[in-house]
């Protein structure tokens, strides 16, 4: 065989694989993820690209990640992911071998859904709260009046938790008990909150609906304080943008014409 067609044949070789990458790469892009809610429908979870890529080499890890030196890291990254609504999608063994591959990037992009999830959960809680307060003031029990909120509101991250809570009600847990397993499952801190004052209701016999109404008070006026807070440090954070991108420019505009002149003046 001729150097001219084996050069050919590796080409070729190599239009291969470069032509079964890409559609592997496109099957895996198109590739829609789903959760498992509590009522048994599907929810759709985004996981970046690369990590369906490499998702089906997690296997070969699992030898080295089933070590007691990544146990803990394990541990917490599974508590995370069920707090960001990954339970049953991503395991924290499968994020460990991830991380092995690719340093740094699951830990970011896991902070980051925790982050948006604990935002929405915290923007959505005292509207519930308003609902449920009224629901309960106006004789419907707790139960009946987070089923009613479950079934007439859109599905976000606050709902399916709240879903959650109700299914496991039903198939006997206590209310305290439900109420115990989301504040530690989602392990945010507007819900903990509500959680513990909703779980000290029932030990001291005080009434649903008034505490429904003053949690709903207190954040509301937690978020006006993390919302004043946001605009005291506005001005800081747009220090910087000022110095880099506008300061430059007005300086340009001001002094350009007195430059030219001296420019002039010295030539």
Known sequence: M?????????????????????????????????????????QERALPLVFKLLLPFVPNFRSIVSRPFFADFAERSQAKLVSAGFEGLLDGKE????????????????ESALRRRHTSIMRALPFVLDVLTLS?????????????NCSERKMDPLNEE???????????LSRKEALRRMSERVNQSDLRQVA???????????S???????????????????????AHLAPTKMLMPLMLCIFPA????????VLA???KGLF
């Open 2 to 42: 001729t150097t001219g067609m084996m050069e050919i044949g590796m080409m070729a070789a190599w239009g291969v694989a470069a032509a079964a990458l890409a559609a592997y790469v496109a099957a895996m892009a198109g590739e829609v993820t789903y959760v498992t809610l509590a009522d048994g429908r599907k």
């Open 95 to 110: 994020f460990v071998a991830l991380n092995l591959m690719l340093p740094l990037v699951p830990v970011l992009w896991l």
């Open 136 to 148: 309960v003031e106006a004789g419907m029990d707790f139960i009946s009046a987070l089923q009613r």
């Open 162 to 172: 709240l879903l959650r809570m109700t299914k496991e009600i039903q198939l006997g």
């Open 196 to 206: 513990y004052a909703l779980i000290q209701a029932d030990e001291l016999g005080v």
């Open 208 to 230: 649903i609906g008034s505490i429904l109404r003053i949690q709903s008070a207190q954040l509301r006026a937690r978020r006006f304080d993390r919302a004043e807070k946001l």
């Open 250 to 257: 007005v300086f340009i505009i001001l002094l350009g014409p």
């Open 261 to 263: 002149q001296a420019m």
